[in-house]
Protein backbone atom coordinates (compact mmCIF):
# COMPACT_ATOMS: atom_id res chain seq x y z
CA UNK A 1 0.00 0.00 0.00
CA UNK A 2 1.21 3.24 -0.73
CA UNK A 3 0.67 5.29 2.22
CA UNK A 4 1.30 8.77 0.19
CA UNK A 5 -1.86 7.99 -1.81
CA UNK A 6 -4.62 7.86 1.16
CA UNK A 7 -7.12 10.14 1.80
CA UNK A 8 -7.40 12.21 5.38
CA UNK A 9 -10.02 9.84 6.47
CA UNK A 10 -8.26 6.52 5.54
CA UNK A 11 -4.92 7.98 6.82
CA UNK A 12 -6.51 8.36 9.83
CA UNK A 13 -8.39 4.88 10.42
CA UNK A 14 -5.20 3.85 9.89
CA UNK A 15 -3.56 5.62 12.51
CA UNK A 16 -6.31 5.05 14.94
CA UNK A 17 -5.94 1.57 14.36
CA UNK A 18 -1.88 1.72 14.77
CA UNK A 19 -1.54 0.50 11.71
CA UNK A 20 0.76 2.99 10.54
CA UNK A 21 2.55 6.16 12.10
CA UNK A 22 2.71 9.59 11.32
CA UNK A 23 6.67 9.71 10.98
CA UNK A 24 6.25 6.41 8.58
CA UNK A 25 3.00 8.72 6.45
CA UNK A 26 5.23 11.85 6.28
CA UNK A 27 8.60 10.06 5.61
CA UNK A 28 6.42 8.44 2.34
CA UNK A 29 4.85 11.61 1.05
CA UNK A 30 8.61 12.78 1.09
CA UNK A 31 9.33 9.78 -0.82
CA UNK A 32 6.11 10.50 -3.07
CA UNK A 33 7.52 14.66 -3.41
CA UNK A 34 11.30 13.44 -4.25
CA UNK A 35 10.21 10.98 -7.05
CA UNK A 36 7.54 13.32 -8.67
CA UNK A 37 7.83 17.42 -7.81
CA UNK A 38 10.78 17.63 -10.43
CA UNK A 39 7.95 16.65 -13.40
CA UNK A 40 5.19 18.85 -11.80
CA UNK A 41 6.90 22.04 -9.29
CA UNK A 42 4.13 21.97 -6.97
CA UNK A 43 6.42 23.51 -4.14
CA UNK A 44 7.88 26.86 -3.55
CA UNK A 45 9.38 25.43 0.29
CA UNK A 46 9.79 22.29 1.64
CA UNK A 47 9.96 21.99 5.47
CA UNK A 48 11.19 18.48 5.93
CA UNK A 49 12.64 19.04 9.39
CA UNK A 50 9.85 20.62 10.66
CA UNK A 51 7.53 18.38 9.47
CA UNK A 52 8.89 15.37 10.67
CA UNK A 53 9.05 16.77 14.32
CA UNK A 54 5.97 17.70 14.01
CA UNK A 55 5.36 13.69 12.90
CA UNK A 56 6.88 12.56 15.78
CA UNK A 57 5.39 14.62 18.31
CA UNK A 58 1.87 13.44 16.60
CA UNK A 59 2.70 9.88 17.07
CA UNK A 60 3.43 10.68 20.65
CA UNK A 61 -0.10 12.17 21.37
CA UNK A 62 -1.57 8.89 19.27
CA UNK A 63 0.48 6.40 21.78
CA UNK A 64 -1.40 8.55 24.85
CA UNK A 65 -5.23 8.18 23.57
CA UNK A 66 -5.30 11.54 22.02
CA UNK A 67 -6.30 11.39 17.80
CA UNK A 68 -8.32 13.76 16.03
CA UNK A 69 -9.68 13.85 12.85
CA UNK A 70 -5.95 15.57 11.59
CA UNK A 71 -3.79 14.20 14.02
CA UNK A 72 -0.33 13.31 12.04
CA UNK A 73 -1.62 14.03 8.85
CA UNK A 74 0.30 15.86 6.06
CA UNK A 75 -0.95 18.86 4.61
CA UNK A 76 0.49 21.32 1.71
CA UNK A 77 0.01 25.25 2.38
CA UNK A 78 -1.02 27.82 -0.29
CA UNK A 79 2.26 30.07 -0.21
CA UNK A 80 0.31 33.11 0.26
CA UNK A 81 -0.52 32.25 4.37
CA UNK A 82 1.70 33.36 6.79
CA UNK A 83 3.90 30.21 8.46
CA UNK A 84 5.98 31.40 11.13
CA UNK A 85 9.75 30.66 10.51
CA UNK A 86 8.94 29.47 7.27
CA UNK A 87 9.56 31.41 4.26
CA UNK A 88 6.18 33.09 2.68
CA UNK A 89 7.25 34.49 -0.90
CA UNK A 90 3.09 34.75 -2.53
CA UNK A 91 5.23 33.74 -5.86
CA UNK A 92 6.88 37.10 -5.89
CA UNK A 93 10.10 38.24 -5.89
CA UNK A 94 9.37 41.23 -3.58
CA UNK A 95 8.70 38.67 -1.09
CA UNK A 96 11.51 36.20 -2.08
CA UNK A 97 13.15 36.45 1.54
CA UNK A 98 10.19 36.93 3.77
CA UNK A 99 10.20 35.02 6.87
CA UNK A 100 6.58 35.70 8.79
CA UNK A 101 6.74 36.51 12.65
CA UNK A 102 3.77 34.38 13.03
CA UNK A 103 1.18 31.59 11.49
CA UNK A 104 -2.13 32.95 10.07
CA UNK A 105 -5.22 31.77 11.79
CA UNK A 106 -5.82 29.06 9.73
CA UNK A 107 -2.35 27.49 9.54
CA UNK A 108 -2.81 28.50 13.65
CA UNK A 109 -5.94 25.98 13.62
CA UNK A 110 -4.34 22.87 11.86
CA UNK A 111 -1.42 22.91 13.81
CA UNK A 112 -3.86 22.90 17.10
CA UNK A 113 -5.04 19.91 15.41
CA UNK A 114 -1.55 18.60 15.62
CA UNK A 115 -1.87 18.39 11.32
CA UNK A 116 1.52 18.40 9.83
CA UNK A 117 2.35 20.88 7.51
CA UNK A 118 4.61 19.40 4.73
CA UNK A 119 5.53 22.68 2.48
CA UNK A 120 4.09 26.00 0.78
CA UNK A 121 2.74 25.22 -2.33
CA UNK A 122 3.70 27.37 -5.83
CA UNK A 123 1.18 30.10 -7.05
CA UNK A 124 0.78 32.82 -9.39
CA UNK A 125 1.69 36.05 -8.22
CA UNK A 126 0.07 36.69 -5.37
CA UNK A 127 -3.02 35.20 -6.46
CA UNK A 128 -3.45 36.88 -9.64
CA UNK A 129 -3.52 34.57 -11.97
CA UNK A 130 -5.53 31.36 -13.80
CA UNK A 131 -2.43 29.30 -14.74
CA UNK A 132 -0.02 29.03 -12.12
CA UNK A 133 2.35 30.34 -14.81
CA UNK A 134 2.63 33.43 -13.36
CA UNK A 135 4.79 33.18 -10.13
CA UNK A 136 8.15 34.39 -10.01
CA UNK A 137 9.85 31.03 -9.50
CA UNK A 138 8.24 28.47 -11.48
CA UNK A 139 5.43 27.30 -13.68
CA UNK A 140 3.50 24.13 -12.07
CA UNK A 141 2.76 20.88 -14.24
CA UNK A 142 -0.66 19.62 -14.37
CA UNK A 143 -0.04 16.00 -13.23
CA UNK A 144 -2.62 14.48 -15.80
CA UNK A 145 -0.85 16.57 -18.46
CA UNK A 146 2.53 17.33 -17.79
CA UNK A 147 2.44 20.05 -21.09
CA UNK A 148 -0.53 21.74 -19.81
CA UNK A 149 -1.82 24.20 -16.71
CA UNK A 150 -3.14 23.06 -13.57
CA UNK A 151 -5.12 26.00 -12.94
CA UNK A 152 -4.53 28.94 -10.53
CA UNK A 153 -4.15 30.83 -8.43
CA UNK A 154 -3.52 27.53 -6.14
CA UNK A 155 -2.19 25.24 -8.80
CA UNK A 156 0.23 24.02 -6.88
CA UNK A 157 -1.83 23.01 -4.43
CA UNK A 158 -3.83 21.04 -6.31
CA UNK A 159 -1.21 19.82 -8.16
CA UNK A 160 0.12 18.39 -5.22
CA UNK A 161 -3.03 17.09 -4.31
CA UNK A 162 -3.54 15.03 -7.53
CA UNK A 163 0.12 14.05 -7.61
CA UNK A 164 -0.39 12.72 -3.88
CA UNK A 165 2.13 14.97 -2.75
CA UNK A 166 0.82 15.74 0.10
CA UNK A 167 -2.71 13.90 1.38
CA UNK A 168 -4.34 17.37 1.31
CA UNK A 169 -3.86 21.05 0.86
CA UNK A 170 -4.98 24.29 1.94
CA UNK A 171 -5.37 27.30 -0.49
CA UNK A 172 -7.08 30.38 -1.37
CA UNK A 173 -9.76 31.85 -3.91
CA UNK A 174 -10.24 35.31 -5.03
CA UNK A 175 -11.96 34.85 -8.28
CA UNK A 176 -12.01 30.80 -8.66
CA UNK A 177 -8.29 30.44 -7.71
CA UNK A 178 -9.71 27.16 -5.81
CA UNK A 179 -12.45 25.71 -7.89
CA UNK A 180 -10.86 26.17 -11.31
CA UNK A 181 -7.52 24.31 -10.35
CA UNK A 182 -9.20 21.73 -8.90
CA UNK A 183 -11.61 21.13 -11.57
CA UNK A 184 -8.16 20.98 -13.57
CA UNK A 185 -6.41 18.82 -11.77
CA UNK A 186 -9.31 15.99 -11.05
CA UNK A 187 -9.55 16.82 -6.79
CA UNK A 188 -12.37 18.57 -4.67
CA UNK A 189 -11.91 22.26 -3.82
CA UNK A 190 -14.22 24.14 -1.65
CA UNK A 191 -14.27 28.20 -1.48
CA UNK A 192 -16.53 28.83 1.72
CA UNK A 193 -18.66 31.50 2.03
CA UNK A 194 -16.81 35.07 2.35
CA UNK A 195 -16.43 35.74 6.13
CA UNK A 196 -16.76 31.67 6.75
CA UNK A 197 -13.03 31.40 7.34
CA UNK A 198 -10.12 33.78 8.77
CA UNK A 199 -8.35 35.75 6.20
CA UNK A 200 -5.97 36.64 9.38
CA UNK A 201 -2.51 36.16 8.07
CA UNK A 202 -3.43 35.91 4.28
CA UNK A 203 -1.10 38.10 2.08
CA UNK A 204 -4.10 40.10 0.74
CA UNK A 205 -5.25 40.45 -3.02
CA UNK A 206 -8.38 41.58 -3.02
CA UNK A 207 -10.25 42.09 -0.18
CA UNK A 208 -13.77 42.10 -0.61
CA UNK A 209 -13.45 38.83 -2.72
CA UNK A 210 -10.45 36.44 -0.84
CA UNK A 211 -10.87 33.37 0.65
CA UNK A 212 -8.98 30.54 2.40
CA UNK A 213 -10.89 26.73 2.22
CA UNK A 214 -9.59 23.26 1.12
CA UNK A 215 -8.62 21.19 -1.65
CA UNK A 216 -8.39 17.39 -1.03
CA UNK A 217 -8.86 13.76 -2.32
CA UNK A 218 -12.99 13.35 -1.94
CA UNK A 219 -15.57 15.06 -0.58
CA UNK A 220 -15.37 13.50 3.06
CA UNK A 221 -11.63 14.98 3.24
CA UNK A 222 -13.62 18.64 2.53
CA UNK A 223 -15.28 18.46 5.33
CA UNK A 224 -13.02 17.16 7.89
CA UNK A 225 -11.01 20.38 6.53
CA UNK A 226 -13.55 22.68 6.79
CA UNK A 227 -14.50 21.77 10.55
CA UNK A 228 -10.76 22.61 11.30
CA UNK A 229 -10.71 25.56 9.69
CA UNK A 230 -14.18 27.34 9.94
CA UNK A 231 -14.97 29.82 12.37
CA UNK A 232 -14.86 33.09 13.84
CA UNK A 233 -12.09 34.98 14.83
CA UNK A 234 -11.39 38.73 16.13
CA UNK A 235 -8.49 39.20 14.61
CA UNK A 236 -10.26 39.17 11.26
CA UNK A 237 -12.73 41.88 10.75
CA UNK A 238 -14.66 40.52 7.98
CA UNK A 239 -14.95 37.14 10.06
CA UNK A 240 -18.44 36.47 10.52
CA UNK A 241 -19.42 35.12 14.00
CA UNK A 242 -21.52 32.46 13.26
CA UNK A 243 -21.30 29.10 14.37
CA UNK A 244 -19.90 25.96 12.91
CA UNK A 245 -21.64 22.81 11.98
CA UNK A 246 -20.15 19.85 11.70
CA UNK A 247 -19.99 19.01 7.76
CA UNK A 248 -18.85 15.58 8.30
CA UNK A 249 -22.77 15.41 8.78
CA UNK A 250 -23.68 16.62 5.94
CA UNK A 251 -22.26 13.21 4.25
CA UNK A 252 -25.64 11.43 4.28
CA UNK A 253 -27.23 9.64 1.41
CA UNK A 254 -30.07 10.88 -0.82
CA UNK A 255 -31.30 14.21 -2.74
CA UNK A 256 -34.56 13.69 -2.24
CA UNK A 257 -36.51 16.95 -1.74
CA UNK A 258 -33.46 19.07 -2.87
CA UNK A 259 -34.29 21.83 -5.71
CA UNK A 260 -30.63 22.18 -7.99
CA UNK A 261 -30.94 24.92 -10.48
CA UNK A 262 -29.27 25.42 -13.71
CA UNK A 263 -28.24 28.68 -14.66
CA UNK A 264 -29.09 28.88 -18.57
CA UNK A 265 -26.41 31.86 -18.80
CA UNK A 266 -23.63 29.35 -17.95
CA UNK A 267 -24.41 26.40 -20.99
CA UNK A 268 -24.16 29.26 -23.64
CA UNK A 269 -21.60 29.30 -27.07
CA UNK A 270 -18.43 28.98 -26.23
CA UNK A 271 -18.14 26.43 -23.26
CA UNK A 272 -16.06 23.18 -24.84
CA UNK A 273 -18.35 20.37 -26.28
CA UNK A 274 -16.71 17.41 -23.75
CA UNK A 275 -16.93 19.89 -20.87
CA UNK A 276 -21.01 20.01 -21.95
CA UNK A 277 -21.43 16.86 -22.03
CA UNK A 278 -19.83 15.66 -18.86
CA UNK A 279 -22.21 18.56 -17.22
CA UNK A 280 -25.49 17.13 -18.75
CA UNK A 281 -24.34 13.73 -17.09
CA UNK A 282 -23.76 15.08 -14.20
CA UNK A 283 -26.91 16.98 -13.73
CA UNK A 284 -28.76 13.54 -15.04
CA UNK A 285 -27.43 11.55 -12.48
CA UNK A 286 -28.12 14.32 -9.67
CA UNK A 287 -31.45 14.18 -10.60
CA UNK A 288 -31.79 10.31 -10.84
CA UNK A 289 -30.41 10.57 -7.14
CA UNK A 290 -33.60 12.41 -5.74
CA UNK A 291 -33.59 16.51 -6.67
CA UNK A 292 -35.49 18.37 -8.97
CA UNK A 293 -33.31 20.06 -11.50
CA UNK A 294 -34.71 23.30 -13.55
CA UNK A 295 -33.25 26.35 -15.29
CA UNK A 296 -32.72 29.45 -13.38
CA UNK A 297 -31.65 32.75 -15.10
CA UNK A 298 -28.49 34.78 -13.69
CA UNK A 299 -29.34 37.93 -15.87
CA UNK A 300 -26.04 39.92 -14.74
CA UNK A 301 -23.55 37.13 -15.61
CA UNK A 302 -22.32 38.21 -18.91
CA UNK A 303 -20.89 41.57 -16.95
CA UNK A 304 -19.00 39.51 -14.19
CA UNK A 305 -15.75 39.64 -15.68
CA UNK A 306 -15.82 43.03 -16.62
CA UNK A 307 -16.90 44.06 -13.03
CA UNK A 308 -14.18 41.89 -11.37
CA UNK A 309 -11.36 43.11 -13.67
CA UNK A 310 -12.63 47.01 -11.80
CA UNK A 311 -12.96 45.73 -8.24
CA UNK A 312 -9.82 43.26 -7.47
CA UNK A 313 -7.57 45.18 -9.50
CA UNK A 314 -8.38 48.16 -7.37
CA UNK A 315 -8.09 46.49 -4.30
CA UNK A 316 -4.89 44.93 -5.16
CA UNK A 317 -3.42 48.70 -6.09
CA UNK A 318 -4.33 49.80 -2.26
CA UNK A 319 -3.01 46.30 -0.74
CA UNK A 320 0.25 45.65 -2.89
CA UNK A 321 1.10 49.43 -1.97
CA UNK A 322 2.93 48.46 1.33
CA UNK A 323 5.58 46.60 -1.02
CA UNK A 324 7.84 49.60 -1.34
CA UNK A 325 10.96 48.69 0.16
CA UNK A 326 10.80 50.18 3.25
CA UNK A 327 9.37 47.88 6.08
CA UNK A 328 9.88 44.42 4.80
CA UNK A 329 10.58 42.08 1.58
CA UNK A 330 12.62 43.47 -1.76
CA UNK A 331 14.53 46.79 -1.47
CA UNK A 332 16.56 48.24 -4.28
CA UNK A 333 19.61 49.50 -2.71
CA UNK A 334 20.82 51.52 -6.03
CA UNK A 335 18.65 54.28 -5.97
CA UNK A 336 19.85 57.98 -5.23
CA UNK A 337 16.33 58.41 -4.10
CA UNK A 338 13.12 57.98 -1.98
CA UNK A 339 11.09 57.87 -5.10
CA UNK A 340 13.91 56.32 -7.19
CA UNK A 341 13.70 53.63 -4.56
CA UNK A 342 9.80 52.93 -4.74
CA UNK A 343 9.95 52.52 -8.51
CA UNK A 344 12.58 50.19 -8.86
CA UNK A 345 11.96 48.59 -5.82
CA UNK A 346 8.33 47.26 -7.40
CA UNK A 347 9.62 47.31 -11.07
CA UNK A 348 12.07 44.56 -10.32
CA UNK A 349 10.02 43.09 -7.27
CA UNK A 350 6.64 42.51 -9.02
CA UNK A 351 6.22 40.40 -12.70
CA UNK A 352 3.85 41.58 -15.39
CA UNK A 353 0.45 40.68 -14.46
CA UNK A 354 0.72 42.51 -10.74
CA UNK A 355 2.26 45.67 -12.45
CA UNK A 356 -0.45 45.38 -15.14
CA UNK A 357 -3.61 44.66 -12.02
CA UNK A 358 -2.12 47.44 -9.97
CA UNK A 359 -2.01 50.09 -13.27
CA UNK A 360 -5.72 49.18 -13.86
CA UNK A 361 -7.02 49.55 -10.44
CA UNK A 362 -5.09 52.61 -9.57
CA UNK A 363 -6.67 54.00 -12.88
CA UNK A 364 -9.96 53.16 -11.62
CA UNK A 365 -9.11 54.73 -8.27
CA UNK A 366 -7.97 57.75 -9.69
CA UNK A 367 -9.84 61.01 -9.25
CA UNK A 368 -11.99 61.64 -11.89
CA UNK A 369 -12.63 58.27 -13.01
CA UNK A 370 -13.27 56.37 -9.51
CA UNK A 371 -17.62 56.80 -10.30
CA UNK A 372 -17.07 55.48 -13.75
CA UNK A 373 -15.03 53.02 -12.98
CA UNK A 374 -14.74 51.03 -9.28
CA UNK A 375 -18.12 52.52 -8.70
CA UNK A 376 -19.93 51.48 -11.18
CA UNK A 377 -18.77 48.35 -10.94
CA UNK A 378 -19.69 48.03 -7.27
CA UNK A 379 -23.25 48.82 -8.65
CA UNK A 380 -23.10 45.86 -10.92
CA UNK A 381 -21.31 43.76 -8.29
CA UNK A 382 -24.95 44.42 -5.99
CA UNK A 383 -27.20 43.06 -9.22
CA UNK A 384 -24.70 40.00 -9.55
CA UNK A 385 -25.57 39.42 -5.38
CA UNK A 386 -29.07 40.37 -6.55
CA UNK A 387 -29.25 37.45 -8.97
CA UNK A 388 -28.17 35.11 -7.01
CA UNK A 389 -30.07 36.18 -4.17
CA UNK A 390 -33.26 35.56 -6.57
CA UNK A 391 -32.05 31.81 -7.62
CA UNK A 392 -31.54 30.72 -4.41
CA UNK A 393 -35.47 31.78 -3.14
CA UNK A 394 -36.63 28.55 -5.89
CA UNK A 395 -33.10 26.48 -5.48
CA UNK A 396 -31.10 25.03 -2.84
CA UNK A 397 -27.83 25.04 -5.50
CA UNK A 398 -27.00 25.48 -8.41
CA UNK A 399 -25.13 23.36 -10.72
CA UNK A 400 -22.76 25.18 -13.08
CA UNK A 401 -19.10 24.44 -15.14
CA UNK A 402 -16.03 25.42 -13.39
CA UNK A 403 -14.22 26.36 -16.04
CA UNK A 404 -14.80 26.68 -20.08
CA UNK A 405 -12.76 23.98 -20.99
CA UNK A 406 -10.83 21.89 -19.77
CA UNK A 407 -6.22 22.13 -18.70
CA UNK A 408 -5.12 24.29 -21.95
CA UNK A 409 -1.64 24.22 -22.56
CA UNK A 410 1.48 25.75 -20.96
CA UNK A 411 2.40 29.18 -22.63
CA UNK A 412 -1.27 29.21 -24.49
CA UNK A 413 -2.57 31.93 -23.24
CA UNK A 414 0.52 34.29 -21.76
CA UNK A 415 0.26 36.93 -24.32
CA UNK A 416 -3.07 37.11 -24.57
CA UNK A 417 -4.33 38.28 -21.18
CA UNK A 418 -8.19 38.61 -21.81
CA UNK A 419 -8.38 35.09 -23.23
CA UNK A 420 -6.61 34.26 -19.36
CA UNK A 421 -9.44 36.02 -18.13
CA UNK A 422 -12.52 34.82 -19.38
CA UNK A 423 -11.29 31.17 -18.47
CA UNK A 424 -12.90 32.31 -14.82
CA UNK A 425 -15.77 33.42 -16.38
CA UNK A 426 -18.26 30.84 -14.42
CA UNK A 427 -16.43 31.28 -11.28
CA UNK A 428 -15.95 35.11 -10.76
CA UNK A 429 -20.04 35.70 -10.38
CA UNK A 430 -20.12 33.46 -7.19
CA UNK A 431 -16.94 35.36 -6.26
CA UNK A 432 -18.46 39.07 -6.41
CA UNK A 433 -21.64 37.29 -4.40
CA UNK A 434 -19.86 35.88 -2.22
CA UNK A 435 -21.34 32.66 -1.92
CA UNK A 436 -19.75 29.60 -1.35
CA UNK A 437 -18.92 27.06 -4.26
CA UNK A 438 -17.68 23.04 -4.68
CA UNK A 439 -15.62 22.04 -8.08
CA UNK A 440 -16.09 17.89 -7.70
CA UNK A 441 -14.45 16.05 -10.41
CA UNK A 442 -17.13 14.94 -12.60
CA UNK A 443 -15.65 13.36 -15.64
CA UNK A 444 -12.96 13.38 -18.43
CA UNK A 445 -12.25 14.67 -21.88
CA UNK A 446 -11.26 12.50 -24.84
CA UNK A 447 -7.74 13.19 -24.17
CA UNK A 448 -7.59 12.03 -20.12
CA UNK A 449 -8.01 15.74 -19.00
CA UNK A 450 -10.41 16.30 -15.71
CA UNK A 451 -13.55 17.97 -15.72
CA UNK A 452 -15.23 19.36 -13.00
CA UNK A 453 -18.95 20.11 -11.51
CA UNK A 454 -19.21 23.50 -9.83
CA UNK A 455 -22.26 23.68 -6.81
CA UNK A 456 -23.01 26.80 -5.42
CA UNK A 457 -25.14 27.20 -2.66
CA UNK A 458 -26.66 30.34 -0.47
CA UNK A 459 -24.29 32.08 1.62
CA UNK A 460 -23.31 29.98 4.56
CA UNK A 461 -24.75 26.73 3.42
CA UNK A 462 -21.91 24.89 2.51
CA UNK A 463 -23.46 21.85 4.20
CA UNK A 464 -25.58 21.06 1.38
CA UNK A 465 -22.66 21.62 -1.48
CA UNK A 466 -21.04 18.73 0.66
CA UNK A 467 -24.21 17.10 0.48
CA UNK A 468 -25.16 17.09 -3.20
CA UNK A 469 -21.38 16.71 -3.79
CA UNK A 470 -20.61 13.56 -1.90
CA UNK A 471 -23.86 11.71 -3.33
CA UNK A 472 -22.64 12.27 -6.85
CA UNK A 473 -18.98 11.19 -5.39
CA UNK A 474 -20.66 8.32 -4.11
CA UNK A 475 -22.33 7.37 -7.58
CA UNK A 476 -19.14 8.10 -9.55
CA UNK A 477 -15.63 7.00 -9.48
CA UNK A 478 -14.08 10.01 -11.08
CA UNK A 479 -12.09 11.01 -7.60
CA UNK A 480 -10.45 7.63 -7.52
CA UNK A 481 -8.53 7.57 -10.41
CA UNK A 482 -5.00 9.29 -10.14
CA UNK A 483 -2.37 10.56 -12.87
CA UNK A 484 0.08 8.31 -13.93
CA UNK A 485 3.49 10.18 -13.52
Not at 258 to 277: F, R, T
Not at 415 to 429: A, G, H, K, V, W
Amino acid sequence: MDLYGLTIHAAHELLKRGEISAVALTAAVFERIEEVEEKVSAYLTLARDRAMAEAEAADALIGQGELGPLTGIPLAIKDILCTEGTRTTCGSKILEDFIPPYDSTVVKKLRSAHAVVVGKTNLDEFGMGSSTEHSAFASTHNPWDLTRIPGGSSGGSAAAVAADECIGAIGSDTGGSIRQPASHCGVVGLKPTYGRVSRFGLVAFASSLDQVGPITKDVTDCALLMNEIAGYDAMDSTSVPRPVPDFTKALESGLHGLVAGIPKEYYVEGLDGEVSQALDDAIKLIGELGATCREVSLPHTPYAVATYYLVAPAEASSNLARYDGVRYGLRDATSANLMEMYRNTRSRGFGPEVQRRIIIGTYALSAGYYEAYYGKASQVRTLVMEDFKQAFQTCDVLLAPVAPTPAFKLGEKLDDPLSMYLSDIFTLPPSLAGVPGLSVPCGFSREGLPIGLQILGKHFDEEKLIRVGYNFEQATDYHKRRPEL
